[in-house]
């Protein structure tokens, strides 16, 4: 049963990665959440039934019952825990683990949502950060060598004096 299962979950990695841009590091991670979500599904008894598909004159007379509940929607369990979230060198993402610079583009790519949806998705304050510290600061000294900010600075002064 436990073979069958790990054959299955690296059947949905294989099947996952190959439309999906994974840094091997993330492999044994995400092989080992779908093991443990297989594990759960198949614990629980909540796979659906097969059955063979009746004639068409039978299908209006004949009630199907299902052994699947459908979960409540709730908010999804992060990746990490949020304190973890936030690197030096990376924000990783909260819904898949990725670990990212910055997770605009990787939210939008990958996950085709914005900040406000991923804030609410795990109850962010609206200060949490989306970009790791050290690419922001990077960016920061950049601008500054760039002289960015200087014509708004002098424009400021001379409207003060």
């Given amino acids: 049963m436990?073979?069958?299962?790990?054959?299955?979950?690296?059947?949905?990695?294989?099947?996952?990665v190959s439309n999906n841009e994974v840094q091997?590091?993330?492999l044994p991670g995400l092989l080992k959440e779908v093991f443990v979500t297989l594990t759960e599904l198949s614990?629980?008894?909540?796979?659906?039934?097969?059955?063979?598909?009746?004639?068409?004159?039978?299908?209006?007379?004949?009630?199907?019952?299902?052994?699947?509940?459908?979960?409540?929607?709730?908010?999804?369990?992060?990746?990490?825990?949020?304190?973890?979230?936030?690197?030096?060198?990376?924000?990783?993402?909260?819904?898949?683990?990725?670990?990212c610079k910055a997770l605009k583009g990787h939210l939008t790519r990958s996950h085709k949502i914005d900040f406000d949806e991923y804030r609410a998705m795990f109850d962010?304050?609206?200060?949490?950060?989306?970009?790791?510290?050290?690419?922001?600061?990077?960016?920061?000294?950049?601008a500054i060598e760039a002289g960015l900010g200087d014509k708004l600075r002098d424009s400021r002064r001379k409207v003060e004096g």
Avoid: W
């Avoid at 436990?2 to 099947?15: F, Q, R």
């Avoid at 008894?45 to 007379?61: L, M, Y």
């Avoid at 304050?125 to 990077?138: L, R």
């Fill in 2 to 16: 436990s073979s069958d299962l790990l054959k299955h979950a690296a059947e949905i990695i294989e099947a996952y």
């Fill in 24 to 26: 091997s590091r993330e």
């Fill in 43 to 99: 614990s629980k008894g909540t796979a659906v039934a097969v059955r063979e598909v009746a004639p068409p004159q039978e299908i209006e007379e004949e009630v199907v019952e299902t052994t699947a509940t459908l979960p409540d929607k709730k908010k999804p369990v992060p990746f990490v825990s949020i304190d973890q979230a936030v690197t030096e060198d990376a924000v990783i993402c909260l819904i898949c683990g990725k670990a």
């Fill in 124 to 142: 962010l304050d609206k200060n949490f950060p989306m970009v790791a510290p050290s690419y922001s600061d990077k960016r920061r000294a950049l």
